[in-house]
C-alpha cells in the first residue's frame, strides 16, 4: 500500500473528522487513515490502483467532499494554492462579519432597547409598532442568516446524513430562537395572543448574537490557524521562484519549475540557491541558517555541494544542479513537516472516540433540559433557553483542535532549530523515553580520524623541513590516515620548503617510506614499517604508544634516517558538546547507553571520556545484533537509537525512535522517525524536551477542552440554579464556545517561541567550530587523496568518445531528455546532444556496455540506429565522427512460461538449469508456488524458440502448459 493525501471539503468540528475517518475505515478496503481537521487533509494507504471514485462516495455519503491533490504540481505552487485558499477563506469571514455587526447593532437596539431605557422611535410604538418592531428585527436578521447560510446547510446536512456536527448544534441552536419568535408572531397576526406579549416571546436578537459570536470565534480561530503554518510557508519561502541558467551558452532567466537536473545554474550575491547542486566554478559564502541554524557564513568552492534555499551572501559560483523540484533536501524537509503535522499522535485517541458520539448526546441533553424545566413549571421562554444554551456552549472544535494544533506548531518549530518529526507518534514517545542508545562513529564521535597528539623529539633538527617532508610522504599514501597527517603536519609549516620524494615505497599493512631531499630517510607507519626502515623503538617509546593502543587509539611512528623521532596518537575523537549531552540526558533520568562495532578498548575509553557507564557500552557490536540489542531493551520502556542511519539502519527501525543524526544530504532518507539536521549530539536533548514541551502542551489543550465542556453544559442546562442562581443565556454560551477553540489554539501558538532548555556554554559552541573546521580540513584532504587516487586508476582504465545516433528526437525537449538520460549513467560526462545530425556524443570507460544506454533512450520512445567509437583524445566531430562502428546490442524478450509438476527446489534447480541451457535465454526466475518460469531472451521469441524452450522444459519431465509474452 501507498500513503496519498486528499483535501476533504466540509469539515467544521472534531465530529466531522471523527464521521469522515469511520466512513474511510468501514469501506473495509483500504489502510491505516488519519483526518487532521487544522489542514483539512486525509491521509490514508490505499492498496496499488485502488479506486478513487470509491473513497471519494463514500466521503461524499457521509456528507462531506473529497479533492484530490495533484503529485505533479511543484510543492511550492501546491502551497501557494493552500495559503490563497487559506487566505479568501478569512477575507470571506471577514466580510461577513463586518455585515453581521452592521445588523446586529440595530437588532439588539431594537429588541433590547427598551430594557435598557433606549428611546424607539415613534414607529415602533404602541400594539401595531410591537408588530412592525417585530418584522424590522426580521428584516435585519436576514443579512445575517444569508451571510451564515453554510452553516445551516451543514448543520441540517449532517443532522439528514445521521451525523450531526458542530454546525448543527448552532444551526439548531439559532432555529429554535427564529422558529419560536416566528411562532410569536404568527399568534399575534391570528388574534390569538394580543401584541404585547412579542415584547418577551423574541428570539431573533439571540439567534442573531449567536450567529455572528460563534463566527467571530471561528474567525479569530482561523485566523490563529494560519499562524500555525508559518514554520511551513518560511521554509516554502525559501525556494526562490526563478532561477538564471546558462544553456549552450545562452543565459536564461526561468521559473523554477522548469529547472532541470544538470543545468547550470548562475549564483551572485543576494540570490537563494534554488536547488540542490554542485559548485563547478567560482567561490561564495552562503547563509544555511534558516535551514540547518548554523549562524556562521559557510564558504563554498569548487567541487562542493549546495543547498536549495541557502542564501549567498557574496561571491560568483557556477553550479550544476543535481536534485531539483520535490527531490530537493529542503523540499523533503518541507514534506517532513508537512506530514507530521498532518498525523495524530496517539495521544489524540480519546479525543476522537469522544467527538464521535459528543454531538448526538449534547443534542440530547439539550431537548432534555428544555423538557424537564418546562415541565418543572418553568416559563417556556426559560426553558427553550436553556436548551439553546446548551446547544450553543458544546463545542468539540476545541477536542479536534487541540492535538493538531500543538503538533504543527511543535514539529515547524523544531524544523526552524534542525529537527525533523517525520511522524506524530515519534513525537509523543520521545517525550516518553526511558533509554537513549548512542552509535559511537559518527555520532558521538566525528567519524574522522584525526591527530590529537604528537610526541616527537625534534631537537637540533629542522622540525619546518621534517613537517613539510612527512606531509609530502603521506600525501603519496591512500592509507585513510594519510589524509589526517597531512592535515597534523601542513598545520605546523611555518614557511615553504621545497622538497623531492626519491624510492618511495608503500606497504600495505605497514605504511610508507622514502628518500625525501634534503631531510634523508623518512619512515612512516607501525613498528614492522620501522623495522623494515631499520628504526628501534626506544622501550619508553613503545610503552607509552602501547598504552595509547589499549586506550583504543592508533599509533603511528616516525623514523627519520633510521632514528625514531617518536610517535603520533590518532583517534576518532569525541564531538565538543557529547560529554555534556550525555550528562543532561542521565540528569534528566534517562539511561544513556553506547553501541558500536568497534573494539572493547576504543568503546570503553570514550564512553570513560564522555561520562557513560561501563555496564552501558556494548562493544565489538554488528549491525543485525545493534537490532536484537535494541529489542532486548524495549520491555525495559520506550527506547530511543541515535545513529548515523547508514549501517544502523536495522537499529533505527527496531527502535520506538529512530533519530539520525548529521543527516543534511539525505534527510528524508533511511528509516529514522527524527532527522537531525547538524550532527550535534546535544541536538538529541533539545528534541527530547521540545517533545516534551509539544506533549504538555497537548495535555493542556485536551484538559481545557475537556473541562470546558464537563463545567459549561451541567451550568447552561441550569443545573445550579436552583441553589446559586447560575444561568447562561444563549448569547453568552455561543461568546464561551467561540472563546474555548480560540484559547485553545493560542495556546498551541506558544510553541512558536519554545527554547529547549539545554544550551551549550560559549566555550563548547566555539570548540564545536574549531573541530568542525578541523575536521573539515581533514576530510577535504583525504577526499583530495581519494581523488587523486581515483584518478591514477582511472588513468589505467581507458576512456572513449561515444555517439549514439538517436532517430525521433524533434526539438529542444527531446535534446533534453535524452541528456538527462544520459547524465543519470555513472562514468558517463561531458554529454553533447543535438538535432543536426541526431547525435548524443560523450565520454565513457572504453570497454562499456551500451545495452543498458540504448534500452534507457528508447524507453523515452526514441530509436538507437547507429553507435560509434573514438579514442578520447581525438578530435571529433559530431557530424563526422571516425569512430569504428559498433554492433547495435540484442534486444532482449521477456516471457512467463507456464508449467506443472514441480514438487520441491530441486525441481527448480533443474528447470532452471535446463532453460538456461537453451541458446539465446540470459536469465530466468522459477517460481514453486505459482510453477512458473519468467525468461529474459536475446532477441525475439518466434516458434523456433518456443519449440526449443519446450524441449528443456520435457526434457527435465516437467509438463508444458503455454508461454505468454
Known amino acids: 500500500m501507498t500513503e496519498q493525501r486528499f483535501h476533504v471539503t466540509g469539515m467544521s468540528c472534531a465530529a466531522c473528522s471523527a464521521r469522515v475517518e469511520r466512513a474511510v475505515r468501514d469501506l473495509g478496503d483500504t489502510g491505516p487513515c488519519a483526518v487532521n481537521l487544522l489542514q483539512h487533509s486525509l491521509n490514508v494507504d490505499l492498496p496499488e490502483g485502488y479506486d478513487i471514485e470509491r473513497l471519494k462516495n463514500a466521503i461524499e455519503a457521509a456528507g462531506y467532499g473529497l479533492k484530490t491533490e495533484n503529485a505533479d504540481t511543484p510543492r511550492r505552487v501546491r502551497q501557494q494554492d ?20 452592521a445588523c446586529l447593532l440595530p437588532l439588539m437596539w431594537i429588541a433590547m432597547g427598551p430594557m435598557m431605557g433606549l428611546p424607539l422611535p415613534l414607529l415602533f410604538s404602541g400594539e401595531d409598532g410591537l408588530l412592525l418592531a417585530a418584522w424590522a428585527q426580521v428584516l435585519l436578521l436576514l443579512p445575517i442568516l444569508w451571510c451564515f447560510k453554510g452553516v445551516f446547510a451543514n448543520g441540517f446536512k449532517t443532522l439528514y446524513h445521521g451525523a450531526p456536527t458542530m454546525d448543527a448544534l448552532v444551526a439548531l441552536g439559532a432555529g429554535a430562537s427564529i422558529l419560536s419568535g416566528l411562532i410569536a408572531m404568527g399568534s399575534v397576526m391570528l388574534e390569538a395572543v394580543p401584541a404585547h406579549t412579542l415584547a418577551h416571546s423574541l428570539y431573533f436578537e439571540g439567534a442573531g448574537m449567536i450567529l455572528t459570536l460563534v463566527s467571530l470565534g471561528k474567525f479569530f480561530e482561523a485566523r490563529a490557524k494560519k499562524s500555525t503554518t508559518e514554520a511551513v510557508d518560511a521554509l516554502t519561502a525559501l525556494s526562490p521562484e526563478t532561477a538564471t541558467v546558462d544553456r549552450n551558452g545562452l543565459v536564461l532567466s526561468i521559473p523554477l519549475e522548469a529547472l532541470q537536473s544538470g543545468d547550470t545554474v548562475l549564483l551572485k550575491a543576494g540570490d537563494r540557491v534554488p536547488s540542490d547542486g554542485v559548485a563547478l566554478e567560482g567561490t561564495v559564502h552562503v547563509d544555511e541558517s534558516l535551514l540547518t541554524g548554523e549562524s556562521r557564513p559557510v564558504k563554498r568552492m569548487t567541487g562542493d555541494t549546495l543547498t536549495g534555499g541557502t542564501l549567498v551572501l557574496n561571491g560568483h559560483l557556477r553550479m550544476r544542479a543535481t536534485r531539483v523540484g520535490d527531490d530537493t533536501v529542503l523540499a523533503r524537509i518541507v514534506d517532513m513537516v508537512d506530514r507530521a503535522g498532518a498525523q495524530k499522535a496517539p495521544v489524540a485517541r480519546l479525543a476522537d472516540r469522544v467527538s464521535g458520539f459528543f454531538v448526538p448526546v449534547v443534542i440530547a441533553i439539550a431537548l432534555l433540559t428544555t423538557l424537564l424545566w418546562w415541565l418543572s413549571g418553568a416559563d417556556i421562554r426559560f426553558a427553550v433557553g436553556a436548551g439553546i444554551a446548551v446547544l450553543v456552549i458544546s463545542c468539540p472544535c476545541a477536542l479536534g483542535l487541540a492535538t493538531p494544533t500543538a503538533i504543527m506548531v511543535g514539529t515547524g518549530r523544531a524544523a526552524r532549530l534542525g529537527l525533523l518529526f517525520k511522524s506524530a507518534p515519534a513525537l509523543e514517545q520521545l517525550a516518553n523515553a526511558k533509554t537513549v542508545v548512542f552509535d559511537k562513529t559518527g555520532t558521538l564521535t566525528w567519524g574522522v580520524p584525526v591527530v590529537e597528539a604528537a610526541h616527537l623529539n625534534l631537537d637540533g633538527k629542522d622540525a619546518n623541513a621534517i613537517m613539510v617532508a612527512i606531509a609530502q610522504l603521506e600525501s603519496h599514501s591512500s592509507h585513510p590516515l594519510a589524509g589526517a597527517i597531512v592535515a597534523w603536519a601542513q598545520g605546523l609549516v611555518t614557511n615553504d620548503v621545497v622538497v623531492r620524494l626519491t624510492d618511495y615505497e608503500d606497504v600495505d599493512g605497514e605504511g610508507v617510506r622514502a628518500h625525501v631531499s634534503p631531510v634523508g630517510k623518512l619512515a612512516i607507519g607501525n613498528v614492522h614499517m620501522m623495522k623494515r626502515a631499520g628504526a628501534t623503538i626506544p622501550l619508553t617509546v613503545l610503552e607509552t604508544a602501547q598504552r595509547a593502543q589499549a586506550e583504543g587509539a592508533g599509533v603511528v611512528y616516525v623514523s627519520l634516517n633510521q632514528e625514531v623521532l617518536g610517535w603520533c596518537r590518532l583517534a576518532d575523537t569525541p564531538r565538543a558538546g557529547a560529554k555534556e549531552a550525555v550528562e543532561a540526558l542521565k540528569a534528566a533520568g534517562l539511561r544513556v547507553m553506547m553501541v558500536t562495532g568497534d573494539n572493547v578498548n576504543t568503546a570503553q575509553a570514550l564512553a570513560k571520556r564522555l561520562g557513560i557507564d561501563k555496564a552501558d557500552v556494548l562493544a565489538g557490536v554488528k549491525p543485525e545484533q545493534k537490532a536484537k540489542t535494541i529489542e532486548s531493551l524495549k520491555p525495559s520502556g520506550l527506547t530511543v537509537m541515535v545513529g548515523d542511519g547508514v549501517n544502523d539502519a536495522p537499529a533505527l527501525a527496531t527502535a520506538d525512535v529512530g533519530m539520525a543524526v548529521g543527516g543534511g544530504t539525505d534527510v528524508a532518507a533511511g528509516t529514522a522517525d527524527v532527522v537531525l539536521l547538524y550532527a550535534d549530539p546535544a541536538d538529541v536533548v533539545r528534541a527530547i524536551q521540545l517533545a516534551q514541551a509539544t506533549m504538555r502542551n497537548i ?267
Open 82 to 101: 493552500r495559503d490563497r485558499l487559506i487566505n479568501e477563506d478569512l477575507a470571506a469571514r471577514q466580510q461577513s462579519l463586518w455585515i453581521s455587526f
Open 699 to 965: 495535555r493542556q489543550n485536551l484538559g481545557w477542552a475537556f473541562l470546558y465542556n464537563l463545567i459549561g453544559i451541567p451550568v447552561a442546562a441550569g443545573v445550579f440554579y436552583p441553589w446559586t442562581g447560575w444561568m447562561l443565556s444563549p448569547m453568552i454560551a455561543a461568546a464561551a464556545m467561540s472563546l474555548s477553540s480560540v484559547s485553545v489554539v493560542s495556546n498551541a501558538l506558544r510553541l512558536r517561541g519554545m527554547t529547549p532548555r539545554f544550551t551549550l556554554g560559549s566555550d563548547v559552541v566555539a570548540r564545536q567550530h574549531e573541530e568542525a573546521a578541523h575536521v573539515e580540513v581533514v576530510r577535504q584532504r583525504q577526499a583530495a587523496l581519494k581523488a587523486k587516487f581515483e584518478a591514477a586508476t582511472e588513468a589505467l582504465q581507458p576512456r572513449a568518445r561515444f555517439s549514439l545516433r538517436v532517430d525521433g528526437m524533434m526539438c529542444g525537449h527531446c535534446t533534453g531528455t535524452v541528456t538527462k538520460v544520459m547524465t543519470s549513467f555513472e562514468g558517463v560526462d561531458d554529454v553533447e546532444v543535438s538535432l543536426e545530425p541526431l547525435r548524443a556524443t560523450f565520454t565513457a570507460p572504453f570497454d562499456s556496455n551500451t545495452a543498458p544506454w540504448v534500452e534507457a533512450i528508447e524507453a523515452k520512445l526514441f530509436k538507437v540506429t547507429g553507435i560509434y567509437r573514438a579514442d578520447v583524445k581525438a578530435d571529433v566531430s559530431t557530424e563526422d565522427f571516425p569512430g569504428d562502428s559498433l554492433p547495435l546490442p540484442t534486444p532482449v524478450s521477456e516471457a512467463l512460461i507456464e508449467v506443472s509438476g514441480m514438487n520441491c527446489q530441486h525441481c527448480v534447480k533443474a528447470l532452471t538449469k535446463a532453460l538456461l541451457s537453451v541458446e539465446g535465454v540470459r536469465d530466468t526466475a522459477v517460481d514453486l508456488e505459482t510453477q512458473t518460469a519468467a525468461i529474459q531472451i536475446e532477441g525475439d521469441i518466434d516458434e523456433a524458440m518456443e519449440a526449443k524452450l519446450k524441449a528443456a522444459v520435457e526434457g527435465v519431465h516437467f509438463a508444458w502448459l503455454a508461454i505468454r509474452h
